[in-house]
């Protein structure tokens, strides 16, 4: 059996929100594979952060939380956070026409 490989760092080059999303998706398969999917969300917190990169905790550490302090310990709302930080802009005015 081949020995389970992490997934490479986060790619800022080109489409961010398309690398971010095929990462992302890289990333959580890892996790099934790894057994990190069943760890705490902290762990898996630490995880995203470690397999993104630098880049990666640099946009981690500018983002604006709620007074909520539990909220740095929510996978699902970290990754919430990324997933709008890559998510291009629409312009609503195009759209509507």
Known sequence: ??????????????NCAANYKRWIQTLEM????????KKSDSVKIAN???KGGERMIAIYNAFQWD???DVLNKYDK?????SRYFEPRKNLTYLRY
């Open 48 to 50: 995203l952060l470690n």
């Open 30 to 37: 890892y996790f099934v594979a790894s057994g990190v999917d």
């Open 1 to 14: 059996m081949e020995k389970l490989k992490a997934p490479k760092q986060m790619t800022f080059e080109g």
């Open 78 to 82: 970290v990754k919430g956070q990324f």
């Open 67 to 69: 007074n909520d302090d």
